[in-house]
């Protein structure tokens, strides 16, 4: 198997490992658990599921750390195409993840607020819901930050994939048309919330981008061409 070749099945690999833990956290957990304005509900909620709301909270450091990985593998694949790209690339992606590592604290203080811990008997049941709200609240604030770096690394990672010449230019236009999209979210939900539904809606299709270059990658790899064929 040529080298290339191999790499963009290594990185197609971790990609789909990514595309399995990062929707756990991000979609099923709150849909699943959260109440959207019932503190009370919400609570009880995670204290009748705390396992699967602790698996969450291990998913999204999980995610961060599949998605450094999987920013190395594609630099391994694509910085022979493009060196400065490549490392801007890797540079957004660190942030990300960074960004991703932090905000898992906001989920941790929202368990421990609402478990009520010794140190907080100073505050009534409802004092301690309504905090862990908020801290939900923030966590959700923080993938909404989050999604400036989940869309801006996309930017370069499509036009390396445009130039590389061994995977599909469409796939490469597609990534860019998904990072703006990501950013358009991203700034709805800080500047508009009241239309952050109905953006995602309309933004929906594009993001299937990222799935789309991750069935291509674990599929059909990089279509490397014989040196002869390059040469002519």
């Known amino acids: ?86 490392s801007l690339m890797v540079a957004l992606v660190l942030v990300s993840a960074a960004v991703g590592f932090m905000n898992v604290l906001s989920n941790i203080a929202a368990l421990t607020l609402f478990r009520g811990a010794d140190f907080l008997s100073v505050f009534n049941k409802g004092q301690l819901d309504a905090l862990g709200m908020l801290f939900l609240r923030l966590h959700g604030q923080g993938n909404v930050i989050n999604e400036i770096f989940w869309g801006l690394w996309l930017f370069p990672f499509g036009v390396l994939v445009m130039r590389s010449g061994f995977l599909p230019r469409i796939l490469g236009v597609w990534l860019i048309v998904n990072c703006f999209a990501y950013v358009a979210l991203s700034f709805t939900g800080l500047l508009l919330p009241q239309y952050y539904d109905m953006a995602f809606r309309i933004a929906f299709p594009a993001l299937f981008g990222e799935m789309a270059i991750v069935l291509w990658l674990l599929i059909k790899g990089a279509k490397v061409q014989p040196l002869e064929a390059r040469a002519a």
Do not use: C, Q, W
């Not at 070749?5 to 959260?34: D, E």
């Not at 109440?35 to 698996?55: C, P, S, Y």
């Open 1 to 86: 198997m040529h080298p290339t070749h191999k790499a963009a099945r290594v990185a197609g690999a971790v990609y789909l490992l990514l595309v399995v833990t990062a929707p756990f956290s991000l979609i099923y957990i709150p849909r699943t658990l959260i109440v959207r304005g019932n503190a009370t509900a919400t609570a009880n909620n995670i204290l009748a599921h705390e396992t699967l709301f602790r698996l969450s909270i291990v998913a999204d450091l999980i995610s961060s750390v599949i998605f450094i990985f999987l920013v190395l593998a594609l630099y391994r694949l694509l910085s022979g195409v493009n060196m400065t790209h490549a």
